[in-house]
């Protein structure tokens, strides 16, 4: 079983950036899928991205694409989240998932959070306007 742990959110303008990051532990990291999701208040938790266990192949939310990044750095265990051009919209609760590998070769399990296994604490992203 992974431990998950997000840092990185926080108070940012429109248009601004954060990168969020995702501390793993555990041996089974660079077999899993990673993913993001995120939650408003008064709102169900959403996919936001998802990384294969290499991180060759990625999967975007129509909403984030092109303004969200996901990347992987295997060797610290660690997943990442690039968000730039940052809208109020984006403003949620950030959660770091990780989820076995097998989910990665279908669409709707990649980015359905009941195929996650693991989840982090979250992580607050407020973009004022």
């Known amino acids: 079983q992974v431990q998950l742990v997000e840092s990185g959110g926080g108070l940012v303008h429109v248009g601004g950036s954060l990168r969020l990051s995702c501390a793993a532990s555990?041996?089974?990291?660079?077999?899993?899928?990673m993913g993001w999701f995120r939650q408003a208040p008064g709102k169900e938790r959403e996919f936001v991205a998802a990384?294969?266990?290499?991180?060759?192949?990625?999967h975007y939310a129509d909403s984030v694409k092109g303004r969200f990044t996901i990347s992987r750095d295997n060797a610290k265990n660690t997943v990442y989240l690039q968000m730039n051009s940052l809208k109020p919209e984006d403003t949620a609760v950030y959660y770091c998932?990780?989820?076995?590998?097998?989910?990665?070769?279908?669409?709707?399990?990649?980015?359905?959070?009941?195929?996650?296994?693991?989840w982090g604490q979250g992580t607050q992203v407020t973009v004022s306007s």
């Open positions: 555990g041996r089974s990291f660079s077999t899993d899928v």
């Open positions: 998932a990780a989820g076995g590998s097998a989910i990665w070769y279908s669409r709707s399990s990649r980015s359905s959070t009941r195929r996650y296994d693991s």
């Open positions: 990384s294969a266990p290499s991180g060759s192949s990625t």
